[in-house]
């Protein structure tokens, strides 16, 4: 039974009860011994007791501080569930790859200092320097992304600038003891075809981060022609930078220019690149003008500070020449023998090895989703392969400690360094882990490849402290940390996020791809972990729950936000208290219960305490009497609710004498109409949806019928393009939160959402009931109108997005946002 238990540190209070006797025992002595016992005497020894008493308090309040936050950055006691993740022979057929999500394009080791490299490229403007390099909003590009990509062995990406477009292909070989070779090839081609050819720098990098030698390899004095290189996990190698060539196969006139420098870090590359540029340089081809460019020269950055010695050891070959033409960039590690590498892997070689990968691909892509056999046209297959591949393309590989908050707002703390190997939701906006998009982003790998998806939550699991807590977000080190406002860095150990990987879990062992030795590498750390919700998120009432950390400032905010439960801004009770029961919650618990009886039962562990909280939780007579609120005719949340508040300008005194013109402009502050009293919160959406999107209603309930009803009525959930977040029925609906927060999960259309309420509607049409048919017919019609928009949007916009407007259906949020937004390849194969 979930209850809410505080845990102390092992002998917290003891100390001070301690002292609290032996002060007792003293004063008692002094007092029978029958000399100097008058008042002052007693007095001064009370005071002495009460001074013990105190610093005895005290040192008890410390230690329990200190034990508190000792447990918050101390790994939990079980076997890691994924040893030797970073050792190159352990992992070699994924040890090298595009792990580097936020740039445009990036290599690097799935090693903790890998050297790594990466593209840049500008226009050759006059006099303006546009760098791209990382992934970028404001850049505003027409369209990026991967075409293809394995997740493996290679990658074709296509990248449409203004008047340039950018096809960049990488391929691995296996061989030798680290991770074998790889080579890229760049396709540049200039897009405003009757405009003249444009002046374009491609600048090719190869960096260390923290360890390691790098030598260059230079000819006539400013082509940079190879770098040779070491590091403790890859040994020797060479990074070789061929000529370029135009069409076919002709030699193509470049300047040459070439940097070797150190900066602060990785996240500080480009602004090294920035700061070592010159515009004194003349392109001359033999024939055609000269134009004046801007090439890499001598650093003229800020002084460095020789109290921090620079990180990164950074060496850039760049190519300068008119468009169109193409560049090849060549690792070679030297564990690999010649007979692994008969030639290089350039040229015809390279073309060989693509066009074999990609027939591959497309081949095991349709043996996977039967697209094409269920009649989807050449073009959908082809967004639906692109969907998949930029999941694939974007996953990375981070090192580093996250930073918590300490008890009592002491200083923050530094987690234990762990590697972290995730997808990420956005490679321009949010490149880093998310616990709860996790979930969903391997409900599709582990249709491609299970045994990654077993990787990827093994390495999530082991981020896990002594408490069983993970932390939500993963910003893991500076080139993290660098894309991320500083308020969002630290992370909060009472903070829980949807354990959604329990839904991976639970598709794993459907598929029969997670083994028992797998699971029993797994178990201890599922156990803390479900152990951790159940002693932390415990609600008011047996079998609720809560989330923690809302927003405690309710005068900001219209509805504090509840950023744990991933649905941030969803109206929760207007004032948050102890006494709340969240609905999602409750069933998030409900789906963790049932799959943890399941992996107890397969490995022979004890199953009743799961079994147990499974069956109270699915039980739909208790879920309604917490959960249903008959007045609102749905399933809600309960807590201390004002139905009356709204967002006023607040009225400013003026002072006498002060001009109003200096004070600072009115904000927009909270008022509440009326006073909040316990209840049900009145807010139709996904969140009443939670019973019916996790399958916890039986197919006889009558409340799934209101609920099918609800989902089908274009007054509340129902649109032409998916369903909203938010009736407009409800008060919040498309409602700010603050002057400078936009309305997020109020209305718009989500996909994983979307994607939960088909798996739940082809669940309720597969089985015998009264909403069967209804179910069925829903399930068409929504899976055409979310599939037909995503696919319209990707056509008009070149992207898939991170959510979707409920009146046009138009892409908005973030993009690209090919982390849960490609669900949509598993609705089109129907694989739920």
């Known amino acids: ?234 040994g020797h190698f060479t990074v070789t930078f061929r000529k370029p060539s135009g069409a076919g196969t002709a030699s193509q006139h470049a300047s040459y220019n070439y940097l070797q420098a150190t900066s602060p870090g990785l996240h500080r590359v480009a602004d090294v690149v920035k700061s070592s540029l010159s515009s004194r340089f003349v392109h001359a081809p033999p024939s055609g003008p000269r134009q004046r460019y801007f090439g890499l020269d001598t650093y003229r950055g800020p002084p460095r500070d020789p109290a921090k010695p620079p990180r990164t050891q950074l060496l850039v070959h760049q190519v300068t020449l008119h468009l169109p033409c193409q560049l090849e960039v060549l690792f070679e590690s030297g564990s690999v023998t010649e007979a692994e590498r008969p030639s290089p892997l350039a040229g015809t070689t390279l073309s060989r090895e693509l066009a074999k990968h990609a027939s591959a691909f497309e081949q095991r892509f349709e043996e996977t989703f039967g697209l094409a056999h269920k009649g989807f046209s050449a073009a959908e297959q082809a967004f639906a392969r692109a969907a998949l591949s930029n999941v694939l393309g974007g996953l990375g590989y981070f090192h580093g400690r996250s930073l918590v908050r300490a008890p009592q707002g002491e200083e923050p703390l530094l987690y234990p360094e762990r590697p972290l190997f995730t997808a990420v939701p956005s490679r321009s906006f949010f490149p880093r882990g998310f616990l709860w998009d996790e979930g969903f982003h391997q409900l599709l790998l582990a249709r491609w490849d299970p045994a990654l998806s077993r990787e990827v939550l093994a390495h999530w699991l082991d981020l896990m402290n002594a408490e069983g807590w993970i932390p939500r977000e993963q910003i893991l080190d500076d080139e993290a940390r660098a894309k991320v406002p500083p308020e969002f860095v630290l992370q909060h150990p009472e903070v829980a996020n949807p354990p959604t990987f329990f839904l991976t879990l639970q598709q794993l062992l459907a598929q029969g791809e997670a083994k028992p030795a797998y699971l029993r590498r797994l178990f201890p750390r599922l156990q803390a972990w479900y152990d951790w919700y159940n002693r932390t998120q415990a609600g008011p009432l047996p079998y609720t729950f809560r989330w923690r950390g809302r927003d405690t400032d309710t005068k900001l905010f219209l509805n504090p936000k509840t950023l744990a439960s991933g649905l941030d801004d969803y109206p929760r009770a207007s004032h948050p208290s102890p006494d709340e029961r969240h609905l999602d919650l409750r069933c998030w618990m409900t789906l963790a219960s049932s799959v943890m009886a399941d992996v107890a039962e397969r490995l022979g562990e004890p199953a009743t305490e799961y079994q147990h909280l499974a069956q109270a939780l699915s039980d739909n007579a208790l879920l309604e009497q917490q959960h249903w609120a008959a007045e609102l005719g749905t399933f809600a949340d309960y807590g201390n609710h004002s139905r009356a508040v709204g967002l006023e300008r607040e ?91 936009a309305p997020y999960w109020r209305g718009p259309i989500w996909v994983n959402i979307n994607y939960l309420a088909l798996r739940a509607l082809h669940h309720y049409a597969g089985l015998p009931g009264p909403q069967q048919a209804r179910a069925a017919q829903i399930y068409h019609e929504l899976r055409t109108n979310l599939v037909g928009n995503l696919y319209r949007q990707y056509v008009a916009s070149g992207y898939l997005w991170e959510q979707y407007n409920d009146s046009t259906g138009r892409g908005q949020g973030c993009h690209p946002f090919t982390g849960w937004s490609a669900l949509v390849v598993l609705v089109m194969a129907e694989e739920y």
């Open 1 to 234: 039974m979930p209850r809410e238990r505080r845990r102390r540190g092992p002998e917290g209070p003891r100390p001070a009860g301690r002292e609290r006797e032996r002060g007792r025992g003293a004063a008692e002595r002094a007092r029978g011994s029958g000399s100097g016992s008058g008042p002052g005497r007693v007095l001064a020894l009370a005071a002495l007791g009460a001074l013990a008493l105190g610093c005895a308090a005290w040192a008890g309040a410390a230690y329990g501080r200190w034990s508190r936050a000792a447990r918050l950055v101390t790994p939990l006691a079980a076997p890691r569930a994924l040893p030797d993740s970073h050792n190159a022979s352990a992992a070699a057929p994924r040890f090298w790859g595009s792990y580097r999500p936020h740039l445009y394009l990036g290599m690097k080791a799935r090693s903790p200092r890998s050297p790594v490299a990466g593209l840049m490229w500008m226009h050759q403007l006059e006099s303006d320097v546009t760098l791209r390099h990382t992934c970028e909003q404001s850049d505003r590009l027409p369209g990026y992304g991967w075409l293809l990509h394995d997740g493996l062995r290679f990658g074709v990406q296509e990248i449409r600038d203004f008047g340039l477009a950018l096809r960049t292909d990488f391929v691995k070989r296996p061989g030798g003891r680290h991770g074998g070779d790889w080579s890229w090839r760049v396709t540049a081609r200039p897009t405003d075809t009757g405009a003249p050819a444009s002046l374009v720098s491609l600048l090719f990098y190869v960096a260390t981060d923290g360890q390691g030698e790098l030598q260059p390899r230079v000819e006539d004095k400013t082509r940079l022609a190879a770098v040779t290189g070491t590091s403790e996990e890859l």
């Open 651 to 741: 009225r400013l005194v003026v002072p006498p004498g002060q001009p109003r013109h200096q004070l600072p402009p009115p904000r927009l502050v909270r008022v509440v109409r009326e006073p909040p009293r316990p209840r049900f919160v009145e807010a139709l959406g996904y969140v009443s949806l939670f019973p019916f999107l996790l399958q916890l209603l039986q197919p006889d309930s009558p409340r799934l019928g209101a609920m099918l009803a609800d989902l089908r009525n274009e007054a509340k959930l129902w649109t032409p393009f998916g369903l909203r977040s938010l009736a407009p029925t409800s008060p919040l609906y498309m409602q700010r939160n603050t002057e400078h927060d």
